[in-house]
């Protein structure tokens, strides 16, 4: 990593601390750079952004676990990408990459699985939700500035929350917490047993637990699952419907993405569902995370994502607004789109993206509006991507 800024209070907790919050992010900035650890510029908006859903929750008593060695799986596809991405991809097993290089259809590559695995995707989930906002706009269903109490009616009266806006909750700007405090313990639990922390509340709860919840900072930047929770659960009300539903009819079914999916419960998974590792080797249960889907509970492939990320580029996804719509701006580097980040990682370029961690999982998906490249990355294994993804948008490492 090339200077990242100064840590704020919230950044992440290096790993061998027991965070406090379920949800709390691992991001790039820990490790020092390394062979097998690319040295991108990682700024501090980066680091903020990184994994949410994230690994976390005792995090120091998991620690405590030897650790299982990994093999990087055999290369498929392209092998340009294969021959590039190997020597970056140390402590990963499966792992599916797609490049759009901004001159037609997209590469694929991938090491033990290929562009039509299934990976859990993570905060990038939250993207959907972005997507689900800009949508809802465009039908008039609610604007940017639509509030709480205006979709709950009577059963937000009272709350802290009920002023609170659809763009605020798009930008972790409400004031909201993280976590709901009432979910803490179960979802410590939760993780300890490498099982989803999520799993116990579904929408109703959801939108019960943030009404319940107190502010604080409204209006600076902190990064809130519960918030893009709410969102998702939010729009699915205006839309009259449940959230999985409104995700498919209105962003997955018009883009033909088949190997993607919100599952919801357990018992949704398909077939083609596998378990994921946690850092330290061990397998992982699948987050499904029930109401709190919006934030970080669909599945994709490469290949899907490929095609949500260049029609996101191009304009024609549905909700693709989302990416480049600015609803709030940092400063001079930094804007926050409808759950999408828009920087410049120090290069003088603009760049839009997300990334994603689960217990089992890590992700990023980013291109860069200027030249049309873009990457994606998807892992079975609970190690960040970001640092790597930031060096392809910058050809710091060239494909």
């Known amino acids: 990593m090339n200077s990242p800024r100064p840590a704020s209070p919230h950044d992440p907790a290096p790993e061998t601390t027991a965070p406090a919050d379920p949800a709390e992010p691992v991001g790039p900035a820990a490790p020092a750079p390394t062979a097998s650890a690319p040295s991108g510029p990682v700024t501090r908006r980066t680091v903020l952004a990184a994994g949410i859903p994230a690994v976390a929750g005792l995090v120091g008593l998991g620690a405590l676990t030897n650790p299982r060695p990994a093999s990087l799986g055999d290369p498929i596809g392209d092998q340009q990408l294969t021959s590039a991405l190997a020597p970056h991809l140390s402590g990963h097993r499966r792992v599916a990459v797609a490049y759009l290089d901004g001159s037609g259809s997209p590469r694929f590559a991938g090491f033990g699985a290929d562009e039509t695995s299934e990976f859990e995707i993570g905060s990038i989930s939250k993207t959907f939700a972005g997507a689900l906002l800009a949508e809802a706009i465009t039908r008039g269903e609610v604007t940017a500035e639509t509030t709480v109490a205006e979709l709950l009616g009577a059963e937000a009266a009272g709350s802290e929350i009920a002023g609170v806006t659809l763009a605020e909750l798009a930008t972790h700007t409400s004031g909201m917490p993280r976590l709901a405090l009432a979910a803490l313990p179960g979802s410590m639990v939760a993780n300890f047993l490498r099982k989803d922390p999520y799993a116990r509340r579904d929408a109703a709860q959801v939108i019960d637990d943030a009404l319940g919840s107190a502010l604080t900072g409204r209006g600076e930047f902190a990064y809130s699952n519960l918030g893009v929770a709410l969102q998702g659960q939010l729009l699915a009300r205006a839309a009259g419907t449940d ?31 596998t378990r994921g590792r946690g850092k330290n080797g061990l397998a992982q249960a699948a987050w499904t995370m029930a109401g709190s889907a919006p934030a970080g509970g669909i599945r994709s492939t490469a290949k899907d994502m490929a095609t949500y990320l260049a029609r996101t580029l191009d304009g024609s996804a549905p909700g693709a607004a989302a990416a480049s719509e600015v609803l709030h701006r940092v400063d001079q580097t930094e804007n926050i789109g409808m759950n999408w980040f828009q920087e410049d990682f120090g290069d003088g370029t603009w760049h839009t993206f997300h990334n994603g961690m689960t217990g089992g999982y890590a992700s990023f998906v980013g291109f860069t509006p200027e030249t049309g490249s873009g990457i994606v990355l998807l892992t079975d294994t609970a190690r960040s991507l970001d640092a790597l993804a930031m060096d392809v948008l910058t050809k710091q490492v060239a494909l």
Do not use: F
């Not at 033909?256 to 398909?270: C, F, N, Q, V």
């Open 243 to 273: 959230y999985a539903s409104l995700l498919t009819e209105r962003i997955l079914d018009p883009m033909e993405l088949s190997g993607t999916y919100a599952p919801i419960l357990p018992e949704h998974l398909r077939e083609s569902a």
